[in-house]
């Protein structure tokens, strides 16, 4: 539902702001990727591939999903210039129509708060996912001040923790790992980092 906005975006995303950010999140997430040479990644609302193009080493395979035909393109031309041969792109928007593809693990890096519909994208995750996958989710911890139409203003842990296993997922662990100025709608804000097995 963001595309247009991203779509515009996609050229100037790397800020260093965001590269900074994306950076914090790159160190939470590797340390849920221990073990998984053999398992297959999927990077949901990848951007410009600022977080999973920095876990490529860890895993066998990474492929990128945005729903941003932009993004990917920035995305793909990294891959390109850096030939980083385990990954590749996919303009695809799960919210409409899932492509029949299975993942070992699943990451979503601040994209659950641009989808409305939370139980429809968590579900749709859970169906890619292969038996004893992981669902990784890193974003905003609810913060009551934002105010968008179209974001979610973060997440209470034990509300989407519920979520999660409505769902299906048979186990969450969920915390706080980063608090940071300006992060969220240029306010301070804290990040979680939740890992789900299905
Ligand atoms: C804030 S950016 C985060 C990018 C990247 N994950 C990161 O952490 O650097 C959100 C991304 O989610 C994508 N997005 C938004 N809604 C989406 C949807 N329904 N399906 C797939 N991607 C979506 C946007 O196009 C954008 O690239």
Redesign the pocket.
Known sequence: ???N???K??AR?DSEE?KN??NV?VQAVRKELSDSQSKSLL??????????LNLTDLVESVLL????KE?TEVAKGKIMRDAIANAEVLH?????ETPKIKADII?????L???PDTDK?LQELFDILNEDGKLII?DFDKKEEISHPKVHNGFVHDELKEKLSEVGFKSTEIKTFHHGENIFMRQDASMFIASSIK
Not at 92 to 96: E, G, N, P, V
Request: glycine letters at 6%; charged letters at 15%.
């Open positions: 539902m963001t595309d906005v991203f779509e975006m996609a995303y965001r950010l994306a999140i990077d949901y609302g990848s951007g410009t591939g600022l977080v999973s999903v945005d729903s941003s993004m695809s928007d799960f919210t409409d990451m979503m890096s601040l994209v708060l641009h989808i994208i890193v």
